[in-house]
Each structure stands twice: as structure tokens, then as C-alpha cells.
């Protein structure tokens, strides 16, 4: 069964850090590009980071640009999220997303995890 | 950025009927456009893809619709399970952008 399982969250005040990490299992996570997805409360889905298969064509939302940093290790088969001078909004739950490739740069989001919880509060 | 606008905001429907969810793309997307169902305290599953391509497992009562900047998913005869939120989402440009989403309720 093919599952993606988040973790890392936590509370941090403003201003401060967390590493996200996500660990699939039941598919070669070498082979798929990877995103991570948020929702904060209240609100709908909020894309924020994509990951091609070897790492090295990466983008992210406007929002967060400068601030994280998303990762992968296919050795280790992990993908992570650093997340620094975090905000307030940026509280929310934050979800590891298969990507599937349907048309050369082109990627559907298949599978999800069930998300890790980022709440930043002082 | 592309921004998504699904319409209504909430489908009130009776169990059997047919529910049908409207999403549209500022600009022309082609076909790269994906439908997500959010069942309460779920993660999203992916329904549709490239706006008519059913997924893995997804229930011939789903489908999906249109091009360019129109789409519409499709639920028919729906059952208890299908009460939920429904998000589109395209994947045609970055930043990848969600709808508000659409509540199917009873």
C-alpha cells in the first residue's frame, strides 16, 4: 500500500524554525517528484513546494520563497521541508504529496499523507 | 498566478440524485486540471486528473469535464460517502493553485 507519513510539526514562536520530514512507503520514492501542501485553519488548500525526482528542479509559493527549503534524500528515502523565520500564518496543517508526471514538466498530486500540524504562536 | 473559482460554495443534494460542480480557470489551462475529494478528518483524494481521467479505484459515477477555462466534475446517484468537499486544482502553471472548494451536503 502506498502511504506518505509526515512528521515534525509542532509549536514554534515567530520568527523561529521547524524541519518537516516525510516517509513513504510502498512505491520507489526515486522515481516521483514530490510537493508539500498546507491548510491552514479555515481556509482551503494552499500548494507550497514542488521537487522533481532527483532534486534539482525545485519551486515554491511566492509566500515562502527565501524563507523554506525542501529537500530530498532517495538514499535515505525521505523528503523534508525546513521551514525558517516562520509566521503566524503559516500555522497550518501541512501535507507530503506524491506527484505524478502525465506530460514531460506536467505533474498531477495523487497520494497524500495525512499531515503533520505547524502552529506558530508566541 | 491562475486563480481557481469554484462555484456554488455549497450543493445541497438528496442521496441518489446527481450533484454537478462547477470550477473555472482565470486563464486557459488545457486539460491539466485535477478534482480532490475531502471527506471530514481525511486527507484529499485525487478523483480526477488531466480533467476526465479517472483515478485508480474512483467509482464510474465520477467524471470529469470540459477544457481550457470550464470544467465540471460530475457525481451521480450519490451515496452517503460522497458527501464532502470537493477541491479543483490545475497544474497547467506555477504557482499550482486549489479552488475554495465546493460542500456537497445533504
Known amino acids: 500500500e502506498v502511504q506518505l507519513v509526515e512528521s515534525g510539526g509542532g509549536l514554534v514562536m515567530p520568527g523561529g524554525s521547524l524541519r518537516l520530514s516525510c516517509a513513504p512507503s510502498?512505491?520507489?520514492?526515486?522515481?516521483?517528484?514530490m510537493n508539500w501542501v498546507r491548510q491552514a485553519p479555515g481556509k482551503g488548500l494552499e500548494w507550497v513546494s514542488f521537487?522533481?525526482?532527483?532534486?534539482?528542479?525545485?519551486k515554491y509559493v511566492d509566500s515562502v520563497m527565501g524563507r523554506f527549503t525542501v529537500s530530498r534524500d532517495n538514499a535515505k528515502n525521505s523528503l523534508y521541508l525546513q521551514m525558517d523565520s516562520l509566521r503566524a500564518e503559516d500555522t497550518a496543517v501541512y501535507y507530503c504529496?506524491?506527484?505524478?508526471?502525465?506530460?514531460?514538466?506536467?505533474?498531477?498530486?495523487?497520494?497524500w499523507g495525512s499531515g503533520t500540524t505547524v502552529t506558530v504562536s508566541s | 498566478e491562475v486563480v481557481m473559482t469554484q462555484s456554488p460554495a455549497t450543493l445541497s443534494v438528496s442521496p441518489g440524485e446527481r450533484a454537478t460542480l462547477s470550477c473555472r480557470a482565470s486563464?486557459?489551462?488545457?486539460?491539466?486540471l485535477a478534482w480532490f475529494q475531502r471527506r471530514p478528518g481525511q486527507a484529499p483524494r485525487l478523483l480526477i486528473y488531466?480533467?476526465?481521467a479517472r483515478a485508480t479505484g474512483i467509482p464510474a459515477g465520477f467524471s470529469g469535464s470540459g477544457s481550457g477555462t470550464e470544467f465540471t466534475l460530475t457525481i451521480s446517484d450519490l451515496q452517503s460517502e460522497d458527501f464532502a468537499v470537493y477541491y479543483c486544482?490545475?497544474?497547467?502553471?506555477?504557482?499550482?493553485?486549489f479552488g475554495r472548494g465546493t460542500m456537497v451536503e445533504i
Open positions: 486563464q486557459s489551462i488545457g486539460t491539466k
Open positions: 504529496v506524491r506527484a505524478i508526471a502525465t506530460a514531460s514538466v506536467y505533474h498531477y498530486m495523487d497520494v
Open positions: 486544482q490545475q497544474y497547467n502553471d506555477w504557482p499550482l493553485t
Open positions: 510502498g512505491f520507489t520514492f526515486s522515481s516521483y517528484s
Open positions: 521537487i522533481n525526482k532527483v532534486g534539482d528542479f525545485i
Open positions: 488531466n480533467a476526465s
